[in-house]
């Protein structure tokens, strides 16, 4: 999984449902515009304008359905349920607390990316893929 993990967040559950009423009356993309805007580092630049743009220009019932969708998903409890290696990587603000993760899931392995945001998949492949072809070596 790539940033992030379900949210077990706590604040940041309640900040997707105490966002609901605002990105449904959002007609001028603002504050989606913002919040997407919110996922990327100062430094990250692949495909930024191109993603705030395609993910802010959606219907305004749909996107707050998501944040709704997001906010009721129990990840925790699923993340109980896993019984498989998972590996969970992180941008470098990451939504969870790995220990939290961990706790949840004893078979998961944490890897966090240094220096990209939420899309550090395409920010820093270079850290991303290693991650993922360790933790195949490791677990195949």
Not at 33 to 45: C, E, H, L, P, Y
Not at 84 to 102: C, E, Y
Request: proline share 4%; net charge negative.
């Amino acid at each position: 999984m790539t940033d992030p993990a379900p949210i077990t967040n706590a604040a940041v559950k309640q900040f997707f449902r105490d966002s609901y009423d605002t990105c449904l009356a959002d007609h001028d993309r603002s504050w989606r515009k913002g919040f997407v805007t919110g996922m990327f580092m100062a430094t990250d630049t692949v495909r930024r304008a191109e993603i705030i743009e395609v993910m802010s220009s959606g219907r305004t019932d749909i996107a707050a359905a998501l944040l709704l969708a997001m906010a009721d998903f129990d990840g925790a409890t699923a993340l109980t349920k896993v019984s498989v290696p998972v590996l969970a990587i992180g941008s470098a603000a990451p939504t969870n607390a790995s220990s939290d993760l961990t706790e949840l899931c004893s078979t998961m392995t944490i890897g966090q990316t240094v220096g990209a945001g939420h899309f550090n998949h395409l920010e820093v492949p270079e850290q991303v893929n290693p991650m993922i072809e360790r933790f195949l070596a490791i677990t195949m």
